[in-house]
């Protein structure tokens, strides 16, 4: 699905999602969702006039398993890199447990609804990243849209946004999220399974002087009301999806 011009998503419903950049006939995914988005990688990138050959990376925002997805099977059979913020590496690789506690707020039918959803996708069964290059905040990655890293712990310790500046295009991973997952909340709030939502709320002043007209989260729709807007929701709805 296109999103805005040389952006593409992977995954239907919104509820998890993966994302496509492309930059001078190269792509950058950004997020791997689910397993079972592999299978439409090729035809997402062939609507964008693109193959499989022309993708050079995979950047993870976090290394929670909803976005690890497809990791481990592009770069196993396509020899993509994959990469994540220092302070998740080991969570990405499966070596340390998820620092979620617990579900927080939930409803029972989206909740059902999302484990459907990610149990027919083969997310019940995540391959662990067997190798997994590093950034630290503040760096610009060496792939296709040079995104800029803003680290914003607080989801997971290595909770990162990918800022493109040549787009405005703002991909803030579960930094925030549109979509709750488990209440089936919309707007900008915190994401759920957040490990320290105190701390969540509190990284997104590090997000306050970006210009992106174009948010794109890892759960939910994208965001085109203007960020400070986004975070200033978030803050008001607190920590209430604390998890």
Not at 54 to 73: P, S, Y
Request: glycine share 12%; charged share 20%.
């Amino acid at each position: 699905m296109e999103i805005a011009p040389g952006i593409h998503r992977i995954g239907d419903q919104s509820m998890v999602n993966s994302y496509l950049l492309e930059d001078a006939g190269e792509v950058t995914i950004i997020d791997a969702g689910v397993p079972g988005y592999y299978r439409h990688i090729p035809g997402e990138l062939a609507a964008m006039g693109r193959t499989v050959a022309d993708v050079r990376a995979l950047v993870l925002t976090h290394g929670h398993t909803d976005h690890i997805g497809f990791a481990e099977r592009l770069r196993r059979e396509r020899s993509v890199p994959v990469s994540v913020h220092e302070a998740d590496a080991a969570l990405a690789r499966g070596e340390v447990p998820n620092p979620a506690k617990g579900f927080g707020p939930t409803k029972l039918g989206p909740l059902i609804g999302v484990l459907w959803f990610t149990m027919l996708r083969g997310g019940l069964r995540i391959p662990k990243l067997q190798q997994v290059a590093t950034f630290g905040d503040g760096a610009t990655l060496d792939v296709p849209g040079s995104p800029r890293v803003i680290l914003t712990p607080g989801h997971t310790p290595g909770s990162a946004a990918l800022h493109i500046a040549s787009r405005d295009v703002l991909f803030v991973g579960d930094a925030f999220a549109t979509y709750a997952v488990t209440t089936g909340a919309r707007g900008p709030q915190v994401a759920p399974f957040t490990a320290d939502a105190a701390q969540a709320v509190a990284s997104l002043a590090r997000l306050e002087e970006i210009s992106a007209d174009l948010v794109l989260p890892g759960h939910g729709d994208p965001w085109t009301g203007g960020l400070q807007e986004a975070i200033r929701q978030v803050r008001r709805a607190g920590g209430a999806a604390k998890g």
